[in-house]
C-alpha cells in the first residue's frame, strides 16, 4: 500500500515517565477528513500534539508526505504545511478578528490578502466583525476564528482539536459543514471530537482510541455500523 499523505505511525510517548501513547497509529489522506474519537483521557489530545510535534516520541515516526519530520520542531512543521487549532487557548481574545487572522500569516511573506478573503468567504460573519475583539465573539465565531487563523497559513494539513466543543448542535453542522468545504479543496483534516456521532458521519476515517492505543479503526460509515462501537462509543 502507497504511503499516507502524513502518518503519526506507532507513537509511543508522554508527558514524563509514563507513557500515554502506546504505538498509536494516526493516518490522513489529501482532501480527507480523518477523526479522533474516544473516552475523555484516552490520548486524543496527546496524539494531536505528538502528531504536530508538542510531544517527544519514545517510539515511532511522523511522516508528511514522505518525509520524516519526527524531529522537527511545531514551527518548522508549519512552516511544511501544518496547522494545529488547539483544544483550548486557540485564538488571542483581546485582539480583532483580523488581527488574529493576520497573526496566523506570520510565517508567510507574500501578500496574504487574497487568503483572508478566502476565510471571510468561508465565514462570513468574521467579515461583518473583523474590527471587533475576538474575545466580544460566541463561542461558535471563536471556533471560527481558530480554523481561519489556521487557514491563513494555507496548510495542507489542518488539525483541529474538539473544534466544536461548547457550541450548540446548529453551530456544530455548520462548522462540520464548512470543514467538508475545506476538505474539498484538498485539504487533510484531522479532527479531534467529542460529538463522535455526527463527526463519524462526515468521517472518511476514523479512529477510536483507548487509553492511548488504537481500539477500532476503520471508515466513517463502518464504525458507525459496527455494534461494538455503537455500544461502548457512541452510547448504543
Ligand atoms: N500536560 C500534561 N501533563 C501531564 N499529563 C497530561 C498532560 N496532558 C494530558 N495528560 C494526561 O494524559 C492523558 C491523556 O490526556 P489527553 O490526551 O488530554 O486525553 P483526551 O484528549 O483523549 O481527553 C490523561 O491521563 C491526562 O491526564
Ligand atoms: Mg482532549
Given at each position: 500500500?502507497?504511503?499516507?499523505?502524513?502518518?503519526?505511525?506507532?507513537?509511543?510517548?508522554?508527558?514524563?515517565?509514563?507513557?500515554?501513547?502506546?504505538?498509536?497509529?494516526?493516518?490522513?489522506?489529501?482532501g480527507e477528513i480523518a477523526v479522533i474519537v474516544g473516552p475523555n483521557g484516552a490520548g486524543k489530545s496527546t496524539a494531536m500534539k505528538a502528531v504536530f510535534g508538542m510531544l517527544t516520541l519514545r517510539g515511532?515516526?511522523?511522516?508528511?508526505?514522505?518525509?520524516?519530520?519526527?524531529?522537527?520542531?511545531?514551527?518548522?512543521?508549519?512552516?511544511?504545511?501544518?496547522?494545529?487549532?488547539?483544544?483550548?487557548q486557540n485564538i488571542f481574545t483581546s485582539m480583532t478578528v483580523e488581527e488574529n487572522l493576520e497573526m496566523g500569516a506570520f510565517l508567510r511573506r507574500d501578500d496574504i490578502k487574497t487568503t483572508l478573503d478566502?476565510?471571510?468567504?468561508?465565514?462570513?460573519?468574521?467579515?461583518?466583525?473583523?474590527?471587533?475583539?475576538?474575545?466580544?465573539?460566541?463561542?461558535?465565531?471563536?471556533?471560527?476564528?481558530?480554523?481561519?487563523?489556521?487557514?491563513?497559513?494555507?496548510?495542507?494539513?489542518?488539525?483541529?482539536?474538539?473544534?466544536?466543543?461548547?457550541?450548540?448542535?446548529?453551530?456544530?453542522?455548520?462548522?462540520?459543514?464548512?470543514?467538508?468545504?475545506?476538505?474539498?479543496?484538498?485539504?487533510?483534516?484531522?479532527?479531534?471530537?467529542?460529538?463522535?456521532?455526527?463527526?463519524?458521519?462526515?468521517?472518511?476515517?476514523?479512529?477510536?482510541?483507548?487509553?492511548?492505543?488504537?481500539?477500532?479503526?476503520?471508515?466513517?460509515?463502518?464504525?458507525?455500523?459496527?455494534?461494538?462501537?455503537?455500544?461502548?462509543?457512541?452510547?448504543?
Open positions: 500500500m502507497a504511503e499516507p499523505f502524513l502518518i503519526g505511525e506507532a507513537m509511543t510517548g508522554g508527558y514524563g515517565a509514563v507513557d500515554i501513547l502506546h504505538a498509536c497509529t494516526i493516518a490522513v489522506e489529501p515511532g515516526h511522523v511522516r508528511l508526505d514522505g518525509e520524516d519530520i519526527t524531529a522537527l520542531s511545531p514551527q518548522a512543521r508549519v512552516a511544511k504545511g501544518m496547522a494545529f487549532v488547539p483544544q483550548t478566502q476565510v471571510y468567504h468561508l465565514f462570513p460573519i468574521l467579515k461583518t466583525k473583523r474590527r471587533q475583539a475576538a474575545g466580544e465573539l460566541s463561542g461558535g465565531q471563536r471556533q471560527q476564528v481558530a480554523v481561519g487563523r489556521a487557514l491563513m497559513t494555507q496548510p495542507k494539513v489542518l488539525m483541529l482539536d474538539e473544534p466544536t466543543a461548547g457550541v450548540s448542535p446548529i453551530v456544530m453542522d455548520e462548522l462540520f459543514d464548512r470543514i467538508i468545504e475545506v476538505a474539498r479543496t484538498g485539504i487533510s483534516i484531522l479532527m479531534v471530537e467529542q460529538n463522535a456521532r455526527q463527526a463519524l458521519e462526515i468521517a472518511d476515517k476514523g479512529y477510536v482510541l483507548v487509553q492511548g492505543a488504537n481500539r477500532f479503526t476503520d471508515t466513517g460509515k463502518a464504525l458507525m455500523a459496527d455494534p461494538e462501537v455503537r455500544r461502548s462509543f457512541l452510547g448504543g
